[in-house]
């Protein structure tokens, strides 16, 4: 990197000769910039400024027929986070499942997010890793439908039974996003959503900068926050260990002494002497966490692009660094 400064909307990378495989890197520098606005972003690449850009789901539609779009799974898991610790309403597990069976996942997906993501209803996603058995993790994972799925009835039953549980008949929460331009719509949409599933229920939209809303998650000072998380390595327990008591990722401060054991044993424990057993453990403990609704997982993120035709050779990867430009060639 030979050009950044704090805050700054522009960056440049520049080929490291003493690469151990610089004979074969054939870029001699990456331009990056930082456009805010998805809108610009996609002018300034009509008009050839930009080579790469990601698009918001709104520009899907505008480009879906080009052949330079392209939409590929990115590996994140975007849920809510909910305050489980420090916002009592938000301890009820009646309440939590109301809001996870108030969200249509499959219409925001066709009609707000747009860009080849996936509804998702569990916590360790698709195409993540494969067993012993070379099964995917999710293919052979239980069926949580009867705790999360999009049904009105059951989560009107759900929050009638909060509502006697708390003794309160109306609540109001706030739900802490991102300021740019996706998670807004997610927002709106999520409001909206629970609101009108949900009489009774309030939803506040607080936007932040990135980095506060993180920092407020992992101080505890929020009650609901729209958040994601994306797999370092191939393994379920790039996500599950951030449910154990303790880990800083473990925003709303959920505990379970059972869900802690079975991590532990999948790490150092009997279990991770055999493949089969481990990814029985991991299994299990998805299931309590599902089941206790730690988060109420949104979908599955796919990233829409437009690429220039004579870039060619960019890898994208749904784990650890989504893109590598190690063989790209711009003709």
């Not at 918001?56 to 330079?68: F, L, N, T």
């Not at 740019?180 to 997610?186: G, N, S, T």
């Not at 949409?189 to 936007?207: A, C, D, E």
């Not at 057993?277 to 997982?297: F, G, M, N, S, T």
Request: charged letters at 25%; a negative charge.
């Amino acid at each position: 990197m030979t050009s950044y400064e704090p805050s700054s909307t522009e960056f440049t990378l520049v080929k490291n000769e003493e690469y151990w495989d610089a004979d074969r890197v054939q870029l001699t520098q990456i331009n990056y910039q930082l456009v805010q606005d998805n809108q610009q972003a996609l002018l300034s690449y009509q008009t050839g400024d930009l080579d790469y850009i990601l698009l918001s789901g709104d520009q899907v539609d505008q480009v879906s027929a080009d052949p330079e779009f392209d939409t590929f799974n990115a590996g994140y898991l975007w849920y809510l986070t909910v305050n489980i610790t420090d916002v009592p309403d938000l301890n009820n597990l009646n309440m939590r499942k109301a809001l996870a069976n108030a969200i249509d996942r499959e219409t925001m997906m066709s009609s707000v997010v747009k860009d080849g993501s996936k509804a998702a209803y569990f916590n360790v996603p698709d195409e993540l890793a494969a067993g012993p058995d070379g099964q995917d993790f999710r293919a052979t994972a239980e069926d949580y439908s009867d705790v999360i799925s999009y049904d009105a009835e059951a989560a009107q039953g759900y929050l009638e039974a909060a509502k006697a549980e708390l003794g309160k008949d109306s609540f109001e929460f706030d739900m802490i996003v991102d300021d740019d331009a996706q998670p807004q719509q997610v927002a709106t949409y999520l409001q909206q959503q629970i609101q009108s599933t949900l009489p009774g229920v309030k939803i506040n939209i607080v936007t932040k900068p990135k980095k506060q809303r993180v920092l407020d998650c992992q101080s505890g000072d929020y009650e609901i926050g729209l958040t994601r998380w994306g797999p370092d390595y191939a393994d379920p327990t790039t996500y599950l260990n951030m449910w154990t008591t303790g880990n800083n990722n473990n925003y709303g401060r959920w505990s379970n002494e059972q869900y802690d054991a079975l991590i532990k044993d999948a790490a150092v424990g009997e279990s991770s002497k055999d493949a089969a057993a481990r990814w029985d453990v991991l299994h299990q403990a998805e299931a309590i966490a599902v089941r206790d609704l730690v988060i109420i997982p949104l979908y599955e993120k796919s990233n829409a692009t437009m690429v220039k035709s004579y870039v060619t050779g960019v890898e994208n990867h749904p784990v650890a660094l989504n893109r590598v430009y190690k063989n790209t060639v711009v003709a």
